[in-house]
């Protein structure tokens, strides 16, 4: 069966790609395509410009490319066609193909499914596709590539062939335990489980910084009321995007704005100043102002300088004090205080420096332990779990059946993230996720 | 002798003599036909049953109404329990047998069972018209019809001994081979293959001299076997052990080119892990010397078996390579080591139930199915017999799963994995075998000798009563209290730290270090009287490993739900989306039963079953 879908961004744009995927999807393409060189057959990988006619109606003038089998990005035979970029050629494009009878629109994630089922990528590699897609920031980008071009799954197969080989130690004197043989003492295999548990471990701690190269820094404005919150996500985001007044309380929403600062994304939330209020919408603002603080990688919390005695702590995580109206008085700074003026603009450039320094370390270069997927991050917890067992079974002195059946079942659940153990589960999980043409 | 049977079982040993047996016992009319009667159940390489991972499958044999427990037990004349200090998943028993006892006790046993025929004939061929398998063509006593037959010939097909460069034709020393039947097989679209097996020399015991050699005795307490036995039956001997030296490898690396596996002279492979001794030269250069233990083959033959000095070398460069060990300076070469190469029949052919894919109530047990060893061979002649009955009553047949007994592994690994030498068991294949042990068979598998009738009554009964005992203790155990002197005296005794308060028989048996052995010695539990050795043994490991088996349960669960996603044996793998052509080729070739099973065939990847999920998913079959 052959699958076609738009595989570009839906909507108007200057050109929109309709990709297929399945033998026989180029002899398809080419019968609706009228241009004399077309009428000689065709070569693969070459571009061909022609106009694209349905039933004697020319469609569009369109560009296409034919990949042959073992070549494309599927791993079946393809096709793209380059459209002009209007959401109606793109619908009468698929309405010509889907009239054929060997073809039919493409489910969500069906063409990366299929690259999966060619044997072209792992089940990892699969999962950054759909993060690739998604990227949004260069560092995004960054990760989500490093992950599809296996750097995750190379750092994590050595894992798992490093637990094999203990596995394998261990079994071998199982099969032997009748022979004069000579066997690794336990203090080495336990130093063994516990290197294993080390690059597990930097995994672990990588997935907040991994998350954040994916999902950008979380940054909170908070503050009391009126100290200017709103003026400071207009000024970082250079509009007037949250409506400002001189009347306490006016921000009684959060507010989700990003920008890009040194390729990273920043996403700024506008909180309602936190007060004592009777206002139902207002408090109920306030309620998800706290939970925003408490996610937050790092909070602004803004003080209006002139006023800067008796400020109510914060608790969060990392704070940069704010000191806002620095125009009317400037304050000393500190490593996690700035002044800033929302009126003038003034030290705002070096506000969006400072977050991102204090959020990223200096080294700002992606790692490939920087996992950013909830699903990897569990998946190692309970591996270093199943570790950690191991090494209380082998300081317990238990003997191989029992330490192997700890280190199985670790291999079993790091199985999960290579691809090594597979379940209908773990499958629909990933695939599920995608939109139609990826 | 009658002119159609239920079953005809071809061979007479250690397959053979089980299928016969099991499928008599479950009321059938059994045909067992031998070339030669004086053979019966022979043990053509080591006297000796069980050892690693194989004492499971004697156990099981055992539980499941086989004979070979009870044979062992009956002419064991030294029985060693092996890795007692060690975990309990190698502890094993091995039961060095009188070969000639072992022979002629189950000769009795058979000869005496009713619905049960000997003969002593050769099988040329058998009756198969439209897949369908009806009896054997026989020299002498023509076509005799059978509902199911059952192809136990060992290494008899189109066997080779090679001694040296001389090559005699011949299923073992002094045996005529079975000249037709795997062609007569192959003409029925059946593939054959070569393997190799080896034995050492036998030697005579009046030349050699025992001083000064390690001298291996039976256990001072004897546990056979069998359930049904409680002591051995004959008088005990030892064994005895020495080393190769240097010497004896200077003498074997010399000759290499002179045995027939180094020399290209046999086609088959031979088994990695009970190697002849030029390939331990070979493989192990570095290690100055290997063990040699000198088994007696009986009570009454001066034949001794020098295990570890597996051979095809000539006789000359043997005797000269062996007399170069200690105690062994004098040897006289009774029989000498030799290579044997044979036809078997790579077992994706079979399914699990042993019953052959090509041709209805046809199935193959034992070395024909590519294993080594008495126990591997026993283990599937039971399970071909039991399944062949099942057959001709129409019902569904009896399979079981790596998560219930090695037998289960054995199988299963015979048809998915891809054997290139003799396979035989071990304690790696099983990965459940904290669950499978070698003393808890009838907790495993009772309900299934009580399914199928396998035992009698009285057993059943006995069985049962011992497990509900078991089961019961662990329960007891917690309001066995013990105060805190008394406590501390026994933790000094043995060793251990001392403690601030008293404790109960239950937290005490959790400890590692503390084992009911150390328990009972110290009268700890003064009930102890009214159980058996063996129930508290069982009860200990039930406390003991309670968070272990609970995990291992935990993974069973998960190991279960891809193996109930059954795949159907019309399954048309080349139509499935996205899947490679080898892929589909080999699971076209094996069928196997389900999703599990399929991600266990040899060059099928995880990748390719989430393929083969993914294509269900989308045929809306699961």
């Known amino acids: 069966m052959i699958i076609a879908a738009l595989a570009s961004a839906p909507g108007k744009a200057g050109i929109s790609v309709i990709r297929l995927s399945g033998t026989g999807s180029a002899e398809l393409v080419r019968k609706f ?108 980008y960054t990760a989500s590539k490093e992950q599809l071009e296996g750097g995750l799954s190379d750092e994590l197969r050595k894992i798992n062939d490093k637990l094999i080989e203990l596995i394998s130690i261990l ?16 203090n080495e295999i336990a130093g063994k489980v516990e290197n294993a548990l080390e690059v597990i471990g930097k995994f672990i701690q990588g997935y907040k910084t991994g998350r954040i190269f994916r999902d950008g820094i979380r940054v909170a404005i908070a503050g009391e009321v009126n100290v200017g919150k709103s003026s400071l996500m207009n000024r970082l985001l250079k509009s007037d995007r949250v ?5 306490a309380g006016t921000t009684r929403d959060t507010i989700e704005e990003k920008i890009e600062v040194h390729g990273y994304l920043l996403r700024l939330f506008d909180t309602a100043g936190i007060r004592e209020t009777s206002d139902i919408i207002e408090s109920e603002g306030i309620m998800r102002s706290k939970k925003i603080l ?19 702590e914060i608790k969060a995580g990392k704070i940069i004090k704010v000191y806002n109206k620095c125009d009317l008085k400037e304050l000393p700074e500190e490593t996690s205080s700035i002044n800033v003026s929302c009126k003038t603009g003034q030290g705002i450039d070096e506000l969006k420096d400072l977050i991102v320094k204090s959020v990223i370390n200096a080294d700002l270069t992606y790692k490939p332990y920087y996992i950013s997927n909830l699903r990897h991050l569990n998946i190692l917890k309970e591996t270093a779990t199943q570790l950690e067992q191991a090494k209380v079974s082998i300081s317990e002195s238990q003997t191989n059946e029992v330490v192997i059946l700890d280190l199985r079942q670790a291999l079993d659940t790091l199985g999960e993230l290579t691809g090594e153990t597979t379940s209908l589960d773990i499958i629909n999980n990933i695939f599920g996720n995608f939109c139609i043409g990826k | 002798m009658h002119k159609k049977y239920d079953i005809a079982v071809i061979g007479g040993g250690h397959a053979g003599v089980e299928a016969a047996l099991i499928g008599a016992k479950m009321g059938k009319k059994v045909l067992l036909i031998t070339q030669n009667i004086d053979q019966t159940a022979q043990m053509s390489c080591n006297p000796a049953i069980g050892g690693l991972a194989k004492s499971h499958l004697v156990k099981e044999i055992d539980i499941l109404g086989g004979l070979m427990g009870v044979a062992a037990d009956r002419s064991g004349i030294q029985f060693k329990t092996l890795n007692r200090s060690k975990g309990p998943a190698v502890w094993a028993l091995r039961v060095q047998s009188d070969k000639k006892e072992y022979s002629s006790f189950v000769r009795t046993v058979l000869e005496s069972h009713t619905n049960l025929d000997i003969i002593q004939d050769e099988v040329s061929g058998l009756v198969i018209k439209n897949g369908v398998c009806s009896g054997v063509r026989t020299d002498i006593n023509g076509i005799i019809h059978s509902r199911a037959v059952i192809i136990c010939s060992g290494t008899f097909l189109k066997a080779v001994i090679h001694i040296g460069k001389k090559q005699i034709p011949s299923g073992r020393l002094g045996e005529k081979s079975a000249e037709r039947l795997s062609k007569h097989l192959r003409d029925n679209g059946f593939e054959t293959q070569r393997l190799k ?67 290209g002279r046999i086609k088959g492979t031979g088994p990695r892990y009970c190697p002849s001794v030029e390939d331990k030269v070979f493989r192990f250069s570095d290690k100055p ?35 170069t060990v200690k105690g062994l300076e004098r040897a006289h070469f009774v029989r000498p080591a030799y290579a044997i190469e044979y036809d078997y029949f790579p077992a994706y052919q079979i399914k699990l139930s042993l019953e052959t894919r090509n041709v209805e109530n046809l199935y193959m047990a034992g070395q024909v199915n590519g294993t080594s060893g008495y126990e591997e061979a026993a283990a599937q002649g039971l399970m071909a017999g039991i399944n062949a009955v099942l057959k001709i009553d ?95 005296a026994f933790l000094e005794n043995n060793g251990l730290e001392r403690t601030e308060e008293g404790s109960d028989l239950f937290r005490l048996l959790k400890r590692p270090q503390i084992s009911i052995e150390t328990v009972l010695k110290d009268g700890l539990f003064e009930e102890s009287g009214n159980y058996s050795y063996y129930e508290l043994k069982q009860a200990e490991m039930a406390v003991k490993y309670e968070g272990y088996v609970k995990r291992q349960n935990d993974m069973i669960k998960k190991f279960r739900k891809n193996e109930s996603i059954k795949l159907p044996p019309d399954t048309d793998y080349s139509k499935f989306k996205g899947l490679k052509k080898e892929a589909a080729e080999k699971l076209d070739r094996v069928k196997p039963v389900s999703v599990g099973q399929a991600g266990r065939i040899a060059g099928i990847s995880p990748a390719d079953v989430s393929v083969i999920l993914i294509n269900l998913k989308a045929a809306g079959k699961i």
Request: charged residues 30%; hydrophobic residues 35%; negative net charge.
């Open chain 1, 294 to 312: 408490e996610e937050a990688d790092i909070v602004l919390q803004v003080i209006d300088s002139t006023k800067a005695e008796n400020i109510q």
């Open chain 2, 289 to 323: 010397s290997h063990r040699l233990f000198l088994e007696p083959e009986g009570l009454y033959t001066n034949e001794y078996y020098i295990n570890g000095f597996s051979s095809s070398l000539p006789v000359d460069i043997q005797k000269k390579a062996l007399r």
């Open chain 2, 394 to 488: 129409g019902k569904d047949p009896f399979i079981l799963g790596r998560d219930e007994a090695y037998t289960g592994v054995l199988i299963d690994d015979l048809i998915t994995k891809d054997i290139r030498e003799p396979y035989r068991m071990f304690t790696s294949l099983a990965e459940y075998r904290l669950e499978l042990r070698h003393d808890n068979a009838d907790s495993r598998l009772l309900k299934y000798s009580k399914k199928y009738g396998l035992l009698k009554i009285r057993e059943l009964n006995f069985l049962k009563k011992r497990l509900d005992k078991i089961k019961n203790l662990p329960e007891i155990f917690p309001s066995v209290k013990i105060k805190k002197d008394r406590l501390n």
């Open chain 2, 197 to 263: 097996t080896g034995t050492p020399p036998r030697i005579a015991g009046g030349s050699m001299d025992f001083s000064g050699m390690e001298i291996h005795g039976s256990d001072d307490i004897i546990i056979p076997f069998s359930f049904r036995n409680k002591k051995s039956f004959l008088r005990q001997v030892p064994c005895f052990m020495t080393y190769t030296n240097e010497k004896t490898h200077s003498i074997i690396a010399k000759n290499l080119d002179k045995t027939a596996l180094f020399s």
């Open chain 1, 33 to 140: 395509l009228t241009s004399k060189k077309m009428g000689k057959g065709f070569e693969y990988n070459r571009l061909y410009f022609s106009p694209f006619v349905n039933e004697g109606e020319f469609i569009d003038e369109v560009t296409v490319v034919f990949f042959e089998e073992g070549r494309s990005y599927t791993g079946e035979e393809s096709a793209e066609i380059f459209c002009h970029g209007s959401p109606i050629v793109v619908k009468r494009i698929l309405e010509a193909l889907y009239e054929v009878k060997e073809v039919r629109e493409a489910e969500p994630g069906e063409f990366t499914q299929r690259r999966f089922m060619n044997g072209k990528i792992d089940l990892v590699q699969a999962e950054a596709v759909i993060d690739l897609i998604n990227a949004e920031s260069d560092a995004s």
């Open chain 1, 243 to 247: 409506i400002v007044t001189d009347v």
């Open chain 1, 171 to 186: 079994e071998l004197e199982l099969d032997f335990a009748d022979e004069d043989l000579e066997f690794t003492p336990k």
